[in-house]
């Protein structure tokens, strides 16, 4: 079983860990574009153009069973167009509404996000399908990405730094009623312990990386060849290798990559 999974930059890892764990013999290989990060700040039509560029390259190169977009912005951008030009089975990663929605005592539900993908359409149709009767409440946290790649590697984040980002959320109307808050980009699970160490008691703080990781076990046992152990564990690659990469490496290492490879895009 030979997987792919894909992101913008380090937040995808959350969910290679989880793989990890889920279908422990696969071979995962990881794609980051950090060339262009963070993806919440990009254009629509550049991004999709570029994404699925990309992917396709690293299908064919890589020749995965299984590809998971771990990057909501590339998820509600471009799953539906790789779906339509690959036969190997996708899983994506969106807002956890649904989830939130579930969970919720006081019917009003936060999601912290990039700002993009709070304007998208997809996140609105996700809150009227699943979360009609809810309150979503939600913030563009654009600083939270860059204080997640300084967590993953190892750096201390000053907690007035989260807890400036978390104000943006719960001091909004509604703000105080919010009991389930949602992550909305998969960068946010290397800060999910300051979230829950900074946060209000009782609430109650939604990462999407298990759920994503579970599902794409479940289309693994479909497809079978999981139950021998690979002779690789996968690579790790950048569109453009990290300036810090010996800051980055230990973290790579915690996720079973030896050491992160340059991607060569091609025209």
């Given at each position: ?6 992101d913008s930059?380090?937040g ?7 793989l990890?764990?889920?279908i ?7 794609l ?7 993806y ?25 069973d299984l590809?998971?977009i771990?990057?909501?912005?590339a ?11 690959h ?31 709070l ?34 590697r ?26 389930v ?18 946060g ?21 046992q ?9 002779q ?11 300036e810090?990469i010996?800051a980055?490496?230990p ?12 991607f060569?895009?091609?025209?």
């Amino acid at each position: 079983m030979r997987i792919l999974a894909f992101d913008s930059g380090i937040g995808g890892l959350g969910i290679v860990r989880c793989l990890r764990q889920d279908i422990p013999g696969a071979c995962i290989d990881y794609l980051a574009d950090t060339a262009v990060f963070p993806y919440g700040e990009q254009a629509d039509d550049f991004l999709v153009a570029r994404i699925v560029t990309l992917v396709g390259q690293a299908i064919a190169r890589l020749r995965p069973d299984l590809v998971v977009i771990a990057c909501n912005t590339a998820s509600t951008l471009a799953l539906g167009e790789l779906r339509a030009r690959h036969d190997v089975p996708f899983v994506g990663c969106v807002p956890p509404i649904k989830w939130a929605a579930d969970l919720t005592q006081s019917r009003t539900i936060g999601l912290l996000a990039t700002r993009a993908t709070l304007t998208r359409s997809y996140l609105h149709d996700l809150r009227n399908r699943f979360a009609p009767d809810c309150t979503l409440v939600t913030y563009g946290a654009r600083n939270l990405a860059d204080l997640s790649e300084l967590a993953f590697r190892g750096q201390q984040i000053p907690d007035q730094a989260i807890s400036a980002e978390m104000a943006g959320l719960f001091s909004q109307p509604g703000g105080d009623a919010i009991d389930v808050v949602g992550l909305g980009c998969t960068h946010y699970t290397f800060l999910l312990d300051h979230f829950r160490r900074l946060g209000r008691p009782g609430l109650n703080w939604i990462d999407p990386a298990q759920a994503v990781s579970r599902q794409a076990a479940r289309l693994a046992q479909r497809i079978g060849n999981i139950t021998a152990k690979q002779q690789e564990t996968g690579q790790a690659f950048f569109t453009a290798l990290p300036e810090d990469i010996g800051a980055v490496l230990p973290g790579l290492r915690r996720m079973g990559y030896e050491t992160a490879r340059p991607f060569a895009e091609r025209a």
